[in-house]
């Protein structure tokens, strides 16, 4: 998968999904976390959502266990595995698979992972045809950020390739400035 910055959006907005943890410890103080609660204290074996960053931050200091979402449970990914080309990942999560990365390091079976790049392969080999062959506009409703990136990207590149082909790139005009300086002196 493609690492991103520190100051990437697309970064930012992925460490915001809403992933479900099992505190494993009692924190003092932290009952705010879990405004259902209304509690002081976040008790031990509390079940609450909070964004991934908090959670891999609690999961790293061994405060609490993160549970794998329904997306990438076993039952969804067999239907994925099945034909993950007419899914649209996107009603899911705007970052399926940058979130299953993050996630990844912190379960510890990662039974999900091996599917998932199954999953992606299959799903970049179908976007490689779209953007080749067909070039259908209503596959970006299906794409996650990241598959729509690599969409964009893809048809830029193949409309470059076409016109550097028909050699429409070989033309030599004047630079902008020039152009410009030349009015100028002449107007003089």
Request: proline content about 4%.
């Amino acid at each position: 998968m493609i690492k991103r910055g520190y100051w990437d959006i697309d970064d930012i907005l992925a460490d915001e999904e809403p992933i479900m943890v099992q505190v494993t410890k009692t924190i003092k103080g932290a009952g705010f976390l879990n405004p259902e609660s209304g509690e002081l204290d976040l008790n031990e074996h509390t079940r609450f959502t909070i964004p991934l960053w908090l959670a891999e931050n609690m999961a790293t200091r061994e405060l609490a266990k993160i549970e794998l979402p329904k997306i990438f449970g076993e039952s969804y990914l067999n239907i994925l595995e099945a034909d993950p080309r007419i899914i649209s990942l996107k009603d899911r999560s705007n970052y399926f698979f940058e979130v299953a990365t993050k996630l990844n390091d912190f379960l510890q079976d990662g039974k999900f992972i091996t599917p998932l790049q199954k999953v992606f392969v299959a799903r970049f080999v179908h976007l490689y045809n779209e953007i080749t062959h067909n070039s259908d506009p209503k596959i970006i409703k299906k794409l996650t950020e990241l598959e729509r990136d690599i969409y964009e990207k893809g048809m830029k590149t193949t409309r470059e390739f076409f016109d550097w082909r028909e050699r429409k790139f070989d033309i030599i005009r004047s630079a902008q400035h020039v152009v410009n300086n030349a009015k100028r002196f002449k107007l003089k």
